[in-house]
């Protein structure tokens, strides 16, 4: 079974810019969540899709939004950026998280710049 | 505040030491401990953990979750150079901020 597929893998914007990212989860899989990954945060929760729904959401501001197509593929995106959102960002996808014997599985992660 | 604390925040040891990790939580609604060990990019997963006293093995790594005192630990015996890497340690609770949230991970560099 293909893993959790992330693309792409690097980026560089810069600042004001906007970006799209996507993730492809594993085959059956229906939720969806993105992190952000940075040295001095950790991993920082974004937002969780399940069933094209956004189910939960972190302390993240507006410019970070995100979708979920049928498919279970989802997007996210990050307009108006900043240098500080040059980070890691990493999704995960599992059968339905809200489950308690449920884990998530990472993709590789899209590295961003933004200078 | 939810939060997980992991600790020591790095840790330097050489081949065939025992090295234990540690995770402490706050959080409401608890639903299970996750263990996941990052190399380079995506994050694996090692152990879930949701009762407490029931350690989980897989070869040398081992986990047990304490929800009385609210941590867990991560036990690596005869490690290797191939066990560097960060282990981050989260926590599965129903808050409304999110499913999940990580600790900072614990680095662990294990020279020959």
């Known amino acids: 079974k293909a893993g959790v597929t992330q693309t792409p893998r690097y980026l560089i914007k810069t600042r004001g810019q906007q970006v799209t990212l996507s993730c492809s989860p594993i085959s059956g899989h229906r939720s969806v969540s993105w992190y952000q990954q940075t040295p001095g945060q950790g991993l920082q929760f974004l937002f969780e899709?399940?069933?094209?729904?956004?189910?939960n959401k972190g302390n993240f501001p507006g410019r970070f939004s995100g979708r979920q197509f049928s498919n279970s593929r989802s997007e996210m995106n990050v307009s108006t950026l900043e240098l500080g959102d040059s980070a890691l960002y990493l999704c995960?996808?599992?059968?339905?998280?809200?489950?308690?014997?449920?884990?998530?599985?990472f993709g590789p992660g899209t590295r961003l710049l933004v200078l | 505040e939810d939060k997980v604390v992991q600790s020591p925040l790095s840790l330097v040891v050489h081949e065939g030491d025992t090295v234990t990790l540690n995770c402490s939580y706050e959080?409401?609604?608890?639903?299970?401990l996750l263990w996941y060990k990052q190399e380079k990019k995506a994050p694996t997963f090692l152990f879930m953990l949701?009762?407490?006293?029931i350690e989980k093995k897989s070869g040398r790594l081992s986990s047990i979750l304490d929800k009385k005192e609210l941590f867990s630990i991560l036990n690596i015996t005869a490690t290797q150079t191939g066990d560097s890497a960060i282990y981050l340690c989260a926590v599965n609770y129903g808050g409304s901020q999110g499913n999940l949230i990580f600790g900072k991970g614990t680095k662990l560099s294990v020279k020959p």
């Open positions: 949701t009762s407490s006293g």
């Open positions: 995960a996808s599992s059968l339905n998280l809200n489950r308690d014997w449920e884990t998530q599985y």
């Open positions: 899709y399940f069933s094209e729904t956004q189910r």
């Open positions: 959080v409401t609604n608890f639903r299970s």
